[in-house]
């Protein structure tokens, strides 16, 4: 999404299970919205419902479809459906090729750190170019 002055902006949806309430988002410059529709990466600690995957959007969070667990099929579909992309948490690996994540009270949260961090990187990448 694109803030009041054109600049990328992170919008956060609204949740009273959060330890950060939603002013604190804000005090840093996030826009808190229950609307998404121009968001193009989505970022989850905890797989979406399946009538938020929309077209041609990014998705990032433990999709646990990897594996083929049949109840996750339906899920997976809707993704292949939605020409969305998906980038799963549980299959970030190390240089190693070793997985980095696993299933724990934080490995939500620290996916979405390494996918911030590998972000990052390829921005940096990008921009050296």
Known sequence: CSNKS?????IVQPCTKRIHHGFEYEDVGCEISDDLSEC?????????KME????????TFFSHTHKAQRENFP???EILKERASLYDYELIVGENGRRLLAFGKFADRVGMIEFFSGLGKRYLLWVKK
Request: aromatic share 8%; with cysteine.
């Open 6 to 10: 054109g600049i990328d902006c992170i």
């Open 40 to 48: 193009g990466i989505i970022l989850e600690v905890k797989q979406p």
């Open 52 to 59: 938020m995957i929309k077209l041609d959007r990014d998705y």
């Open 75 to 77: 899920f997976l579909d």
